[in-house]
C-alpha cells in the first residue's frame, strides 16, 4: 500500500507486547497533546501478559498490529483473538448464538480493546490519520486471512468511530456514566449545585458512614506496599466470585503494575480502627480518574457508594481533574453526580447474511440507546431550576 510519499506501508502480528520496544508503543499510543490514558501504555498492556492474566489459555491471544512505514513503525493497535466473549463489557452472546446456530463458528474472534478495562479511549494509535485508517485495514485482513468470524473494537473514540464508520464497519452505541467538574470547584461547590432534595440524600448516604466509624484513606505511589496489595486482592477476589465466577486478573498483575505504574495508582481504602472492610482501585489519567475495581469483605449500607463514587469526585476535584469514569453499567451512579454518557464500538463481520441481521438490529438498539440517555439525563441530581 504506497502512500503519498511512495513508501510501503506493511502489518504485522505481534504475539506478545514484548515484540515491540515499550518507547516505539509509547510514542505511538501516548504521545501528542491527548490527555494521558493509562491504559494504552506498554506498562499495563504487559503487566496483563506477563502476569499470566492474558494469555491464550485464559481466552486471550495477544495479535497486536505493527504498522510500518518504510522501515519506520508508524501505527500499533491492541489486537486478541478472543475464545470467549467474557472480559468484554460490549455483550455479543446473543451475537454468537444466533451464528453457531445457522451452522457457523462464532469463536475465536477478533478484539481491539483494553483487556477487562470498559473505558473510552484510543483504540488505533497511529502517527497520521492516514495510519489509523490502515489499522483499520489491516485488522479486517486479518480477520479474512485468519477465516475468524467477525472483528470487534470497543470502548473506541468518537472521532475513531466515525472512521470506522465510514470504513464501513458497523456501529454500536451503549450507556455509561461519567462524573464532569462543571466548575464546581470543590465539594462543597459540587453538593451546592445538586438540588435541595438530592443533597439531602447525599448527606444522609455519607452521614451513615461516619456513623459506621469507618474512616477512608487514599494510598498512592510510594505508599503502595504489597500488604496494600494483598488486602485488595481479598476484595477482588469477593467481588469476581460474587459477580462473574472466577477473577480476571491474577494477584502477581497488581505487584507488576505496582512495580511499573504506581503513581498512577489510587487506592482508595476504607478500615475501621486497624482494620480495612473494603476498598477500591483507580488509575490516574490525564484529566479523568478511572475507577476500576472494588470489594469488601463486610457489607455495610452506601460503602460501595462512598468508597467507589463520592471518594472519586472529591479525589478528582482537590487534584485538578474533569472527569471520573466509574466503569460500565449503573444507573444508580445518576443520583451520586454521574451523567449518562455514550460509549462506542464498531464491529465487522464479513458473512453478509450476518452483517446486513445485525445492522438491522443496531439500528434499532442505537435509536433505544439514544431514548434511554435523553430520558435519563432527567434524572440528574443537579438544580434545574435553582431548587
Given at each position: 500500500?504506497?502512500?503519498?510519499?511512495?513508501?510501503?506501508?506493511?502489518?504485522?502480528?505481534?504475539?506478545?507486547?514484548?515484540?515491540?520496544?515499550?518507547?516505539?508503543?509509547?510514542?505511538?499510543?501516548?504521545?501528542?497533546?491527548?490527555?494521558?490514558?493509562?491504559?494504552?501504555?506498554?506498562?499495563?498492556?504487559?503487566?496483563?501478559?506477563?502476569?499470566?492474566?492474558?494469555?491464550?489459555?485464559?481466552?486471550?491471544?495477544?495479535?497486536?498490529?505493527?504498522?510500518?512505514?518504510?522501515?519506520?513503525?508508524?501505527?500499533?493497535?491492541?489486537?486478541?483473538?478472543?475464545?470467549?466473549?467474557?472480559?468484554?463489557?460490549?455483550?455479543?452472546?446473543?451475537?454468537?448464538?444466533?451464528?453457531?446456530?445457522?451452522?457457523?463458528?462464532?469463536?475465536?474472534?477478533?478484539?481491539?480493546?483494553?483487556?477487562?478495562?470498559?473505558?473510552?479511549?484510543?483504540?488505533?494509535?497511529?502517527?497520521?490519520?492516514?495510519?489509523?485508517?490502515?489499522?483499520?485495514?489491516?485488522?479486517?485482513?486479518?480477520?479474512?486471512?485468519?477465516?475468524?468470524?467477525s472483528l470487534h473494537i470497543n470502548f473506541l473514540t468518537e472521532e475513531e468511530k466515525a472512521l470506522a464508520e465510514a470504513a464501513g464497519y458497523l456501529v454500536r452505541t451503549g450507556t455509561q456514566y461519567r462524573f464532569c467538574d462543571?466548575?464546581?470547584?470543590?465539594?462543597?461547590?459540587?453538593?451546592?449545585?445538586?438540588?435541595?432534595?438530592?443533597?439531602?440524600?447525599?448527606?444522609?448516604?455519607?452521614?451513615?458512614?461516619?456513623k459506621a466509624r469507618i474512616e477512608i484513606d487514599w494510598v498512592t505511589g510510594s505508599d503502595i506496599t504489597e500488604a496494600h496489595l494483598d488486602l485488595f486482592w481479598r476484595f477482588y477476589q469477593d467481588t469476581g466470585a460474587r459477580?462473574?465466577?472466577?477473577?480476571?486478573?491474577?494477584?502477581?498483575?497488581?505487584?507488576?503494575?505496582?512495580?511499573?505504574?504506581?503513581?498512577?495508582?489510587?487506592?482508595?481504602?476504607?478500615?475501621?480502627?486497624?482494620?480495612?472492610?473494603?476498598?477500591?482501585?483507580?488509575?490516574?489519567?490525564?484529566?479523568?480518574?478511572?475507577?476500576?475495581?472494588?470489594?469488601?469483605?463486610?457489607?455495610?449500607?452506601?460503602?460501595?457508594?462512598?468508597?467507589?463514587?463520592?471518594?472519586?469526585?472529591?479525589?478528582?476535584?482537590?487534584?485538578?481533574?474533569?472527569?471520573?469514569?466509574?466503569?460500565?453499567?449503573?444507573?444508580?451512579?445518576?443520583?451520586?453526580?454521574?451523567?449518562?454518557?455514550?460509549?462506542?464500538?464498531?464491529?465487522?463481520?464479513?458473512?453478509?447474511?450476518?452483517?446486513?441481521?445485525?445492522?438491522?438490529?443496531?439500528?434499532?438498539?442505537?435509536?433505544?440507546?439514544?431514548?434511554?440517555?435523553?430520558?435519563?439525563?432527567?434524572?440528574?441530581?443537579?438544580?434545574?431550576?435553582?431548587?
Amino acid at each position: 500500500m504506497p502512500d503519498g510519499h511512495q513508501e510501503t506501508l506493511t502489518l504485522t502480528n505481534l504475539p506478545s507486547m514484548a515484540g515491540v520496544a515499550k518507547e516505539e508503543w509509547d510514542r505511538l499510543a501516548l504521545g501528542g497533546e491527548r490527555p494521558y490514558y493509562p491504559f494504552a501504555s506498554w506498562d499495563f498492556l504487559d503487566a496483563l501478559e506477563v502476569s499470566g492474566s492474558v494469555r491464550p489459555e485464559t481466552g486471550w491471544g495477544p495479535h497486536h498490529l505493527l504498522l510500518r512505514r518504510g522501515e519506520h513503525i508508524s501505527g500499533v493497535m491492541p489486537l486478541y483473538l478472543k475464545a470467549h466473549s467474557r472480559g468484554e463489557f460490549v455483550f455479543d452472546h446473543a451475537w454468537a448464538d444466533a451464528y453457531e446456530r445457522a451452522g457457523g463458528r462464532y469463536y475465536p474472534k477478533l478484539l481491539g480493546a483494553i483487556p477487562f478495562t470498559p473505558a473510552t479511549g484510543l483504540r488505533l494509535f497511529g502517527e497520521t490519520a492516514e495510519d489509523e485508517a490502515a489499522l483499520l485495514a489491516g485488522a479486517r485482513q486479518i480477520t479474512s486471512e485468519l477465516g475468524v468470524s467477525s472483528l470487534h473494537i470497543n470502548f473506541l473514540t468518537e472521532e475513531e468511530k466515525a472512521l470506522a464508520e465510514a470504513a464501513g464497519y458497523l456501529v454500536r452505541t451503549g450507556t455509561q456514566y461519567r462524573f464532569c467538574d462543571e466548575g464546581f470547584g470543590n465539594w462543597a461547590g459540587f453538593l451546592a449545585a445538586l438540588s435541595s432534595r438530592k443533597r439531602k440524600a447525599l448527606r444522609k448516604e455519607r452521614e451513615g458512614i461516619a456513623k459506621a466509624r469507618i474512616e477512608i484513606d487514599w494510598v498512592t505511589g510510594s505508599d503502595i506496599t504489597e500488604a496494600h496489595l494483598d488486602l485488595f486482592w481479598r476484595f477482588y477476589q469477593d467481588t469476581g466470585a460474587r459477580k462473574w465466577g472466577a477473577p480476571y486478573l491474577t494477584r502477581n498483575f497488581f505487584s507488576v503494575i505496582t512495580e511499573r505504574m504506581a503513581d498512577s495508582i489510587l487506592f482508595v481504602m476504607a478500615r475501621r480502627g486497624e482494620q480495612t472492610i473494603a476498598g477500591a482501585m483507580n488509575f490516574i489519567g490525564g484529566d479523568t480518574l478511572f475507577g476500576r475495581y472494588w470489594g469488601c469483605t463486610e457489607y455495610i449500607p452506601f460503602l460501595h457508594f462512598e468508597v467507589c463514587y463520592y471518594q472519586a469526585i472529591d479525589y478528582a476535584l482537590q487534584h485538578g481533574l474533569s472527569y471520573v469514569d466509574a466503569g460500565a453499567q449503573g444507573e444508580h451512579k445518576i443520583a451520586r453526580g454521574y451523567q449518562p454518557v455514550t460509549t462506542y464500538s464498531v464491529h465487522h463481520l464479513p458473512n453478509p447474511s450476518f452483517h446486513d441481521a445485525v445492522a438491522r438490529y443496531l439500528e434499532a438498539e442505537r435509536e433505544e440507546v439514544d431514548e434511554a440517555i435523553h430520558y435519563l439525563q432527567d434524572f440528574t441530581p443537579f438544580r434545574k431550576d435553582g431548587a
